[in-house]
């Protein structure tokens, strides 16, 4: 063991700089492995260590209008359920509304509550983190604390066409209704400001009902179960709901997105880190077979001489991994405040002894695998023939390139068959090269897609979009149609309303109808068949047809409000707002089942149309029949200010990232290069080859690896990058992505990815200056 | 008297040897001629493989200057030294140093297109010395581990000369080789030499040196003799008593 941990002590420090450039790429990797660990394995756990805090419900019903009769009827089936552990009813208001949100608006359906209700709840009850001097006004749910709305400050709310200003007076954590994510939005309001809003009639009174379930994993199905009793016998009873399996997802969206961006960037940098141990050892198997034929001449068996290569790498991978686990703790507060930001759930740091465990574990496991796979060729060195024959770097097979019948120019020529004798650096810099065109792709995606122009991202995210959404009472509608249709700053105005029906011995699914889907701004959402033409067809999540084995051509069974019909599947959506349980049907289809008493048209405006103007003109002119107006581009830009500053984050990083692996590379293998061609160099100085000459020779060698494996990287991700993408989305329903492929982008990353590589080559080459011919030629 | 090439002003070298200074070459004053075949001899540690070194530009001196025409070349960065060393010199060395993962030919044409865009003329020139030191067609296209000692140091005898160079230094040519293969070698620089290609070389070998026609003797970094043979001739007895007894009055 002490003669294993002299040799290895021997080759670090022999190999200084390479062993720096490793243990900078584990620091990397173990750094991203332990984020994502740590984001993906504690974040959901500390959900549910929450949900169990706050003795948080399953489902939420907020039955609105509500009567004393359905409160009882509630009352009677909860009561009467085995199924149900514990329940709360609480009086509440509900409205559709807006408030200031990120230099945009936030849209929502809100929950208002009395202080101390919400606080004292047995079940899903409020916690407040944050409070101020004021002792009237509103307690904000944590998620929308931001400079604008902040302790001290006022916060104006838009109901339908007034508007309430409160005094802001602290925040509060929900589980189930903190956040847009969850379907239901609580605001919390103190007692006089809630008597003042109940006296005011802008939202309606309700009944907030809370269920916790002995066995949570039957939420989803319950509330949809709930909710249909309660239609069966009240057909008028209007309800917004929630549970568990939806929060719990759609809550950290965010969060997936960047835990997955980060595994993904992790095992690609621990890919690019083994490929480059493999080269290593390789290469010093090479350059030292002589000494490992002393050795094995001095009586050291193969086992031993593997054993110290495994030391040395796992001696390095452990104390690396160590440290980027530290670095990922250093980290980790900005990246928790981020995701805090988007969860709207404290988390407090802390230190999580096993994603740290599983970080080491994996890295220490793959180094191991990756060291003995590429030492195994110690096993075969004789000592004998080792010690006579010495280093062979040549086959001998063929001269590459000869000088004499070639045409390129001789720096050129030389550095070519540098190229073709080291085809193991070649895969090194193939492989890392297509990594980075990959992520440099994805990069350019997300610019594109996300900060550029966010509509393909929201578009995927939410479905349609238009510029107002204008939700009116049914009995105006052929009012509102004339004259919206006679609006000359309208260019389209089409029914896109969402309402929930139920699958027939299935779950319930948000079903959006639309009087004609041709006229929809996003056509992508149905991504396989078409979109329902006539009113027995219906286009259904694609995940929700997978789990239920649904093809385009089968039939399924819709029931709303009591009725129940027949329906043939004309194609498959994406949508990620309900988490793949959504389906589309023509109004037509729709009133099959049910009517439509309030109706959510999508107004599009010719540009420089001032689109709150237009709502409140609207609202002016319908006054009592229009239910709520959204500025829907202002919506877009308040959630997606926030996906924008994530996207951005994670642009930079990758982008930092890629760089500073290529520069990691690249000194590994010009280190290499150098050390094997010392002699070479030497020799090449002596009769008159200039130091530039040779550091242009050392870096066009890597260029022809570097730019076909870059254009190909570029070429295959560009194709790849969509449905690799979806597969990633897959979780929230999307099933096939067709955002923007960024071409110039592209281009002009594949130039800096090569511009790049040659500026760092000749950079890392700058120590062929320090070559001196005298003393190449004295050495020996 | 024929032109000088090549002169030294006051050449000194010196190594810091664990922080102490060694004086390896002190107030050298020399001159090269055109055509010679100039030969470096000395002890070990003399400092004649210094001296080379210094002259060729293949290092720089401490101080003093060394002056190839009107060219200063000791002020000469390193890689107008690069330069140097490719259009006027070239270079024979005792481990023969030909780059493994070349061909023969290729090894030559390294140096030949280094210096001449013409690829027909250096092409040309590198068969026309390959012919002159008995490389085969066959050999040429070999990779330098598959030569003999002698055909390796013939090939870095053609290299050292595809460029025309008005100097070629060889330094112990014949050092790693057996006596045959070293008598074959001595006989190659000879007959250029006597075609007008200028030589100096460094050797500690008597047999050597007696192919020069100046014999510069160095002993502890200063010039200590010079004796003048003449031309070689084969077989010239009274030449080599001259050079026995040169050597003998410098302490060989």
């Avoid at chain 1, 009567?67 to 009352?75: G, I, N, Q």
């Avoid at chain 1, 242009?696 to 969509?722: C, D, E, H, R, Y």
Wanted: overall charge neutral.
């Amino acid at each position: 063991m002490g003669k294993t941990f002299i040799i290895a002590r021997s080759n670090m420090r022999k190999a200084k700089g390479q062993t720096a450039a490793l243990i900078a790429l584990v620091i990397i990797a173990s750094f991203m492995f332990n984020l994502w660990l740590m984001l993906s394995m504690d974040y959901k756990a500390n959900f549910d260590r929450y949900h169990d805090k706050l003795n948080a419900e399953h489902v939420t019903v907020v039955s609105y209008g509500s009567s004393a009769p359905v409160e009882d009827f509630m009352t009677e089936l909860l009561d009467g359920d085995n199924r149900v552990a514990q329940y709360c009813l609480t009086d509440c208001m509900f409205a559709v509304g807006t408030f200031p949100y990120n230099g945009g608006v936030m849209n929502a359906q809100f929950v208002f509550t009395e202080k101390a209700a919400a606080l004292t709840r047995r079940i899903g009850r409020a916690e407040i983190v944050e409070t101020g001097a004021a002792d009237s006004g509103v307690y904000m749910p944590m998620i929308y604390k931001s400079d604008e709305t902040a302790v001290g400050k006022t916060v104006e709310i838009t109901i339908g066409s007034r508007t309430v200003e409160y005094d802001v007076c602290g925040f509060f954590n929900s589980v189930m209704m903190g956040s847009h994510n969850c379907s239901l939005t609580q605001i919390i309001l103190t007692g006089d400001k809630y008597a003042e809003l109940e006296a005011t009639g802008y939202a309606s009174p309700s009944a907030l009902c809370s269920v916790r379930l002995k066995d949570k994993s039957i939420n989803l199905n319950y509330e949809s179960e709930l909710k249909a009793r309660i239609a069966e016998r009240f057909n008028d009873a209007r309800m917004a709901s929630n549970c568990y399996d939806i929060v719990s997802q759609s809550r950290y969206i965010s969060q997936m997105i960047c835990s997955g961006i980060v595994s993904a960037m992790a095992f690609f940098v621990l890919l690019i880190a083994l490929v480059v141990i493999a080269s290593n050892i390789v290469n010093y198997i090479q350059v030292n077979i002589k000494n490992l034929g002393a050795l094995k001449a001095a009586g050291y068996t193969s086992r031993q001489l593997v054993t110290t290569l495994l030391a040395q790498f796992l001696f390095i991978t452990v104390v690396a991994a160590l440290a980027g686990a530290g670095l990922s703790y250093c980290v980790f507060p900005a990246v928790n405040a981020m995701m805090i930001a988007q969860t709207g759930i404290p988390y407090a740091v802390k230190f999580l002894p096993l994603p740290l465990l599983i970080s080491v574990a994996i890295l220490c496991g793959a180094v191991a695998l990756v060291v003995w796979l590429a030492a195994r060729k110690i096993k075969r060195i004789e000592p004998i023939a080792a010690l006579r024959q010495g280093v062979r770097t040549h086959n001998f097979k063929r001269n590459r390139v000869p000088l004499e019948s070639t045409v390129a120019p001789l720096n050129g020529a030389l550095a070519l068959k540098t190229t073709l004798a080291g085809i193991k650096h070649n895969v090194v810099v193939c492989i890392t090269m297509l990594v980075l065109s990959l992520v440099v792709v994805f990069s350019g995606l997300m610019i594109e897609n996300v900060i550029v122009d966010q509509e393909p991202f929201i578009n995927l995210i939410v479905g349609e979009t238009s510029d107002s959404c204008i939700n009116i009472r049914s009995e105006i509608e052929r009012d509102f149609l004339s004259t919206i249709n006679a609006d000359k700053r309208v260019q389209k105005a089409y029914v896109y309303n969402s309402v929930n029906v139920a699958h027939v011995g299935g779950a319930e699914l948000m079903a959006t109808m639309c009087d004609d889907f041709s006229r929809v701004n996003n056509l992508n959402v149905v991504y396989k068949g078409r979109f329902p033409k006539y009113d027995n067809e219906i286009a259904i999540a694609a995940k929700y047809a997978k789990a239920n084995d649904f093809e385009i051509g089968d039939i399924i069974e819709i029931t709303a409000g009591g009725k129940t019909y027949k329906y043939l599947i004309s194609g498959f959506t994406q949508i990620s707002n309900n988490l793949g349980r959504d389906c589309l049907l023509t109004r037509s289809g729709y009133e099959r089942l049910g009517t439509l008493s309030d109706i959510s048209y999508y107004v599009n405006l010719a540009d420089g149309v001032d689109i709150d103007a237009f709502n409140i003109e609207y609202k002016t002119k319908f006054a009592g029949f229009v239910n709520v107006t959204v500025n829907m581009q202002a919506t877009i830009e308040g959630t997606g200010s926030v996906y924008i500053s994530l996207v951005t984050i994670i642009v930079v990083a990758i982008l930092i990232l890629s760089a500073l692996i290529i520069a990691f590379v690249l000194y590994l293998l010009t280190r290499t290069t150098l050390n094997n061609k010392m002699r070479d160099y030497g020799i090449l100085k002596a009769i008159g080859f200039t130091t530039k000459q040779l550091i242009l020779q050392t870096s066009l060698s890597f260029m022809p690896a570097v730019v076909l494996s870059t254009v190909l990287g570029l070429v295959l991700s560009s194709v790849i990058i969509n449905p690799l993408t979806a597969l990633f989305l897959s979780g929230i329903g999307i099933v096939k992505c067709t955002f923007n492929i960024p071409i110039a982008f592209n281009v002009a990353a594949g130039f800096g990815l090569i511009a790049a590589s040659f500026a760092l080559a000749c950079l890392m080459s700058l120590r062929i200056r320090k070559i001196s011919p005298k003393n190449i030629l004295a050495a020996d | 008297m024929n032109k000088v090439l090549l002169k030294t002003e006051n050449l000194s070298k010196s190594f810091s040897n664990g922080g102490e200074l060694q004086h390896v070459l002190k107030n050298i004053n020399l001159e090269l001629y055109e055509g010679d075949f100039t030969v470096i001899m000395g002890a070990s540690g003399a400092g004649k493989s210094t001296l080379l070194y210094a002259l060729s530009g293949m290092d720089t001196p401490s101080l003093g200057a060394v002056t190839f025409g009107d060219k200063v070349i000791s002020d000469m960065s390193q890689d107008g030294l690069a330069v140097f060393r490719r259009e006027h010199c070239g270079f024979v060395f005792q481990q023969i140093y030909l780059i493994d993962g070349m061909s023969v030919t290729d090894n030559v044409l390294t140096a030949g297109l280094l210096v001449s865009k013409d690829k027909k003329a250096v092409v040309r020139r590198a068969r026309e010395l390959f012919a002159a030191v008995g490389i085969s067609e066959q050999t040429q296209k070999k990779f330098p581990s598959q030569l003999s000692g002698g055909e390796a140091q013939r090939v870095g005898i053609v290299r050292a000369l595809i460029n025309s160079p008005e100097i070629l230094f060889a330094d112990e040519p014949t050092g790693a080789l057996n006596s045959q293969t070293g008598l074959d070698v001595l006989g190659v620089l000879t007959e250029f030499n006597s075609r007008g290609q200028s030589v100096v070389m460094v050797t500690h070998d008597i047999r050597s040196a007696r192919r020069g026609n100046r014999i510069v003797y160095l002993k502890d970094g200063v010039i200590l003799g010079e004796c003048d043979l003449g031309k070689y001739e084969h077989g010239d007895a009274a030449r080599h008593e001259k050079l026995s007894a040169f050597l003998r009055d410098m302490g060989w």
